[in-house]
């Protein structure tokens, strides 16, 4: 909470039951340094003081959700690609390494990944943890 101090005759933001939406009021009473009653800056209702609602941002959480549900996905979609193999099965990452798709490889900063498809002549999309990266790599 915040630790402004008010007094009558300042602004605030508060809901009017009137205006049936949180505007801004003039504070015509305080009780106990806390605001009482205020004035409507649109209607010119006084009434009880009710604090403003605080808005939520469902757009924000939303978006984190999305996020995390695409994370989820890919997490999925890489336990899929790499289909219970074994990592001691996976070839060591060297951009010298001869890049085949199918091939189950172990990156030292993104782990275990499947390659899903190569490029001539040294790229490589390779499906890790957290998604699909492009490494170089030797094309036969
Ligand atoms: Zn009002």
Not at 1 to 21: E, L, R, Y
Not at 114 to 124: E, G, L, Y
Not at 126 to 131: H, K, L, P, S, W
Request: glycine share 6%.
């Amino acid at each position: 909470m915040s630790d402004k101090q008010f007094a009558a005759g300042d602004h605030i933001d508060a809901k009017c039951t009137k205006c049936k939406d949180t505007t801004n009021h003039t504070i015509v009473a305080l009780v106990d340094e806390k605001v009482a009653r205020v004035e409507c800056n649109t209607c010119g209702g006084i009434h009880n003081y009710r604090p403003a609602t605080v808005k939520k941002t469902p757009a924000k959480s939303r978006a984190a959700a999305t996020k995390a549900a695409k994370i989820n996905k890919i997490e999925a979609e890489w336990e899929g690609h790499l289909d219970n193999a074994d990592p001691a099965t996976a070839t060591t990452y060297s951009m010298k390494m001869a890049a085949k798709p199918g091939i189950l490889i172990q990156h030292p900063t993104f782990g275990l990944g499947r390659i899903i498809s190569t490029t001539k002549p040294n790229k490589m999309d390779v499906f890790f943890r957290d998604g699909v990266k492009i490494l170089r790599c030797t094309v036969s």
